[in-house]
Structures are given as structure tokens and as C-alpha cells.
T-cell receptor
Framework: LAKTTQPISMDSYEGQEVNITCSHNNIATNDYITWYQQFPSQGPRFIIQGYKTKVTNEVASLFIPADRKSSTLSLPRVSLSDTAVYYCLVGADKLIFGTGTRLQVFP | DTGVSQDPRHKITKRGQNVTFRCDPISEHNRLYWYRQTLGQGPEFLTYFQNEAQLEKSRLLSDRFSAERPKGSFSTLEIQRTEQGDSAMYLC??????????????FGSGTRLTVV
């Protein structure tokens, strides 16, 4: 399974756009890129998934370059409630988590 | 669709006791996963089922751990002779292998196990 690398932590302020980049150099042809959000004492929650180019939903955008060796999760205008751990995963049959990116949003 | 349900939410047990957790996946999902998560770490994959077949087990899953999904619906995870190192959040998740455009996995809220 492709291994992912992402920053351990990031800080931001309310109202700013946050971009979290993940590298996955060994992504396989049939792997999708999926991002999850996790709050303390809760299970991870699906945010967005993509295969290539750009995907946008009501909470985030996912940018994937043509070589698919990296991806960037973009959170527009973050609020305090976006403080959480964000995981980037690649795979098709099962998800292998890394340690994620701990995002802290300050007022 | 009420999502993935896990029971109990919390369990405190004495070292050496056996515990069993239950997971009810989303009804139309044929895949079911178990993960374990300790403080500050990402979820660690333990095992997964497609329908009633257990397709993969992690080496993290010692012989004290056993998971079943007898009818391809709910699943149980049993830990025998619990040890303090088993204290963790146990997460269940489900997904569909038939998803036409990729897939995503839906997680339950987990069962927090404390071994004293």
C-alpha cells in the first residue's frame, strides 16, 4: 500500500484558507486519495475523495496533480470547529492511516 | 441509514478478563473493518471482512484477538485475557466494494476499552 507523508501539525486563524499537502509517491493506478477528519474520542469522518484533477464539495476542495504523487486538501475560511486531525490516505481495499496533520485554529 | 453503530461505547475491565465488542455496519455495505487507535496515533488496521469472509488480518492481531462476522452483517471483536496494553479505542468501519466511483469508508464512534 502506498505510504503517505503529511505535516505533523499546522496552525491557522479563523477565516483563513488552510492547505494541507500530502505526498504519496508510490500511489497505485487503482488507488483513490481520500481525506478524513477526526475529532477527539470520535471515529474519523470522510471529507473528500478524488482520483485526479480537482474535486470540490461543500466543505473542501482536493487538488491532485497529473502525476498523482501528491494531493492538497484545501479548507476555505476555517473556523474554530475545524480544529481536528486530518488524515490523507490512498488505497482501494483498505485504508492505512498515518499519524495525520493536527490542525489548530485560533480565534 | 443510521451509520455504523458500535456497542458498548465504553468498557472498563480487569486485566485477564475477556471482552467482546459489537459492530453493526451500514446495511448495504459488504465490507467491514476493525481498527485500533491509541492516544496520539492514527487508527491501526486490524482486520477486514467482505461479507462473512475474513480476508485479511494484521500481524497486530495476536491470538488473543478474534473477529467474526457470521452472517455477513454485524461483527464481533473479542479480546481474551486482556492486558493493559489493550487499552485503546476500537473502531469499526464499513464500505461497499460495489461503489461505482471509488469508495469511502464510514466509521463508527468506537468502543473505548480501559484495562485496569
Amino acid at each position: 500500500l502506498a505510504k503517505t507523508t503529511q505535516p505533523i501539525s499546522m496552525d491557522s486563524y479563523e477565516g483563513q484558507e488552510v492547505n494541507i499537502t500530502c505526498s504519496h509517491n508510490n500511489i497505485a493506478t487503482n488507488d483513490y486519495i481520500t481525506w478524513y477528519q477526526q475529532f477527539p474520542s470520535q471515529g474519523p469522518r470522510f471529507i473528500i475523495q478524488g482520483y485526479k484533477t480537482k474535486v470540490t464539495n461543500e466543505v473542501a476542495s482536493l487538488f491532485i496533480p497529473a502525476d498523482r504523487k501528491s494531493s492538497t486538501l484545501s479548507l476555505p475560511r476555517v473556523s474554530l470547529s475545524d480544529t481536528a486531525v486530518y488524515y490523507c490516505l490512498v488505497g482501494a481495499d483498505k485504508l492505512i492511516f498515518g499519524t495525520g496533520t493536527r490542525l489548530q485554529v485560533f480565534p | 441509514d443510521t451509520g455504523v453503530s458500535q456497542d458498548p461505547r465504553h468498557k472498563i475491565t480487569k486485566r485477564g478478563q475477556n471482552v467482546t465488542f459489537r459492530c453493526d455496519p451500514i446495511s448495504e455495505h459488504n465490507r467491514l473493518y476493525w481498527y485500533r487507535q491509541t492516544l496520539g496515533q492514527g487508527p491501526e488496521f486490524l482486520t477486514y471482512f467482505q461479507n462473512e469472509a475474513q480476508l485479511e488480518k494484521s500481524r497486530l492481531l495476536s491470538d488473543r484477538f478474534s473477529a467474526e462476522r457470521p452472517k455477513g452483517s454485524f461483527s464481533t471483536l473479542e479480546i481474551q485475557r486482556t492486558e493493559q496494553g489493550d487499552s485503546a479505542m476500537y473502531l469499526c468501519a464499513s464500505s461497499s466494494s460495489h461503489a461505482g466511483t471509488g469508495f469511502y469508508t464510514t466509521f463508527g464512534s468506537g468502543t473505548r476499552l480501559t484495562v485496569v
